[in-house]
């Protein structure tokens, strides 16, 4: 480099100045940008890949893990850096090595060399500013595999449980209760969670409630056919039942869309979905807690990711969803065999897709932005809501310890419940009031 070659030269002042002409201070910001990243990643390998493989003492195949942690790194830093070039040639050598049916950290690394290569394939040339991006639709594959997850992993239904034991506690002795559910259960078919919250109601004494639900969706059709079960169920039940559906995404809501009865005690239910809304300008969040806050809720239910891939910087975000998704892909070996089919489906359409969101893409077509349970704290203060702390950690642990593989961990984080594999969280669930 030009002031390597100055400053080791004989000390010219002429020479110098030069020298340093030679580059725009574009350029010198460009090189210590460059550095500064590369020493960030290189400072982060050993103390990642002692983590991401768990700290053990070596096994038969650590080395070649260790190696690949390195090398899936250094990638990372060549796509933030733009070097297609350095980043092409790594992509090759990596994908000899991450195998779908390999090991945990060979399976996890297989969806982030495939996210990377769709990174580095939308980048643009050194000097443009940030990545070109790419819109993700929701394929019959994806669908598949949340149907698996639901069934095979534990976080949706602990988050199902959660909530509909706090639901049935803020109803009690009430006659008229509403839940409203943005998302719909994930759009998983069957309204999995109402059932079971109508389960409960019909196991208690005395007269049952009227219970209302209103969906929120982006598919109409979708909402009427799990209304229409639901309906059904509840009538096989002999409960006083009505489903309204608002086909809408979650940004356009407005209070009015809700048809609220005076008398009624309201719940809002909100699993895994607010996360879509942390964008860059957080304007878009803020006015859809205000306009819930807006509805006066007994209570609303808050279930989220508890991770931080919400980063400004690329090289961070990758590091922390390495860390993270390395746990999930680790916790799924204690559940299924090495060979089976469905958690390759598992880790490729579902976990792989947050993956590829995550890495792959920016701007508005970067959904997956989940934050840690702090950071929701301090949103959903902003937003006028007081935290309900949740008091039933003794269920929680035993359901966690009836329906789930030992590894699984639960803690209380100042009223909230963490589950975690090994102690690294995973999801966070909270409840929030208005004052």
Not at 153 to 178: D, K, M, Q
């Amino acid at each position: 480099m030009v002031i390597t070659n100055v400053m080791s030269g004989s000390g010219s002042g002429s020479m110098y100045t030069g020298g340093f002409n030679s580059l725009s201070r574009i350029q010198i910001r460009d090189h210590i940008s460059v550095y500064t990243r590369r020493y960030m990643a290189a400072e982060a390998m050993e103390e990642a890949a002692s983590t991401l493989l768990g700290g053990e003492p070596e096994e038969e195949g650590s080395g070649d893990e260790m190696k690949l942690v390195q090398k899936l790194i250094l990638c990372a830093e060549a796509v933030a850096c733009r070097d297609k070039t350095h980043a092409s040639a790594l992509l090759y050598e990596l994908r000899t090595d991450a195998q779908v049916f390999g090991s945990s950290f060979q399976r996890v690394a297989s969806c982030f060399i495939q996210a990377l290569s769709d990174r580095l394939a939308l980048v643009q040339p050194l000097g443009a500013v940030g990545v070109t991006t790419k819109t993700i639709g929701v394929s019959s594959e994806k669908e598949e595999a949340l149907h698996l997850v639901y069934d095979i992993c534990p976080h949706i239904r602990f988050s199902h449980f959660v909530a509909n034991t706090s639901i049935l506690e803020a109803f009690e002795g009430e006659s008229s209760v509403h839940v409203i559910d943005l998302g719909m259960t994930l759009g998983l078919q069957h309204g999995y969670q109402w059932r079971n919250l109508m389960d409960s109601l019909a196991s208690r004494k005395g007269r049952l409630p009227r219970l209302r639900i209103t969906g929120v969706g982006n598919s109409g059709e979708r909402l009427e056919a799990i209304g229409n079960e639901l309906k059904l169920y509840a009538r096989n039940m002999e409960l006083e039942f009505e489903f309204l559906a608002v086909e809408s995404n979650l940004e356009n809501l407005n209070a009015e869309d809700f048809s609220l009865i005076d008398g009624e005690v309201l719940v809002i239910n909100s699993i895994l979905q607010l996360h879509c809304l942390v964008k860059e300008s957080r304007g878009a969040l803020n006015s859809v807690l205000l306009t819930l806050y807006e509805l006066s809720p007994k209570l609303m239910v808050l279930v989220e990711q508890d991770s931080s891939h919400n980063g400004p910087f690329f090289l961070g975000r990758f590091m922390e969803a390495l860390h993270n998704y390395s746990a999930i892909f680790d916790s799924l070996d204690a559940m299924l065999p090495k060979y089976d089919t469905r958690r390759a489906k598992v880790e490729q359409f579902y976990f792989g897709e947050e993956i590829k969101n995550i890495v792959s893409c920016e701007g508005p077509a970067r959904v997956e932005r989940h934050e840690r349970v702090d950071q929701w704290r301090r949103r959903m203060r902003r937003a006028g809501f007081q935290p309900a702390p949740l008091k039933i950690i003794t269920q929680a642990t035993k359901w966690l310890e009836m329906n789930a593989s030992e590894g699984y961990t639960i803690v209380e984080d100042k009223g909230c419940f963490v589950v975690g594999w090994k102690s690294k969280p995973i999801i966070a669930a909270s409840c929030w009031k208005c004052c």
